[in-house]
């Protein structure tokens, strides 16, 4: 998936990486996640003010294929699109190098919500993605 609409660029910091000195792979999940964050602030909605309101998006699922490390101090630059599949919001998020644009890691992850703790659509974050869906 190569369409994307929301970009972020971050830089690997030391702790992040392991013995091999590469990325953990946890974070990746983690650069992701601030991503989805940064991604709602742009669409007008507040993680935090949801939860007051009762409704949380949760993640059901994830497929991670990790491609190329990166390494400390790499820039790199998180991109996504959105589908909605039934309740379902599904994020294709890809991580790439910023100085090559080398594919470093390609994530699905979706999305549900829960409305008081019940499994439900979302007014609020149909309303905020309604232009890119």
Partial sequence: ??????????EVRDYECDIEGIVNNAQYIHYCEHTRHLFL???????????EKGVDAVVARMQLQYKV???P??????????????????????IYRA????????GKIELVCLV??????????????AKYL
Wanted: charged share 30%; proline share 3%; net charge negative.
């Fill in 41 to 51: 602030k742009e669409c007008g909605l507040s993680f935090a003010e949801m939860h």
């Fill in 1 to 10: 998936m190569n369409k994307y609409i929301f970009e972020t660029r971050m």
């Fill in 69 to 71: 490390p990166l390494r």
């Fill in 116 to 129: 008081n703790g019940r499994l439900s659509s979302s007014p609020d974050y149909d309303a905020a993605f």
């Fill in 99 to 106: 100085k090559d644009e080398q594919l470093c890691f390609r």
């Fill in 73 to 94: 101090d790499d820039e790199f630059i998180s991109r996504l699109n959105l589908v909605k599949e039934g309740i379902k919001y599904v994020f294709y998020q890809d």
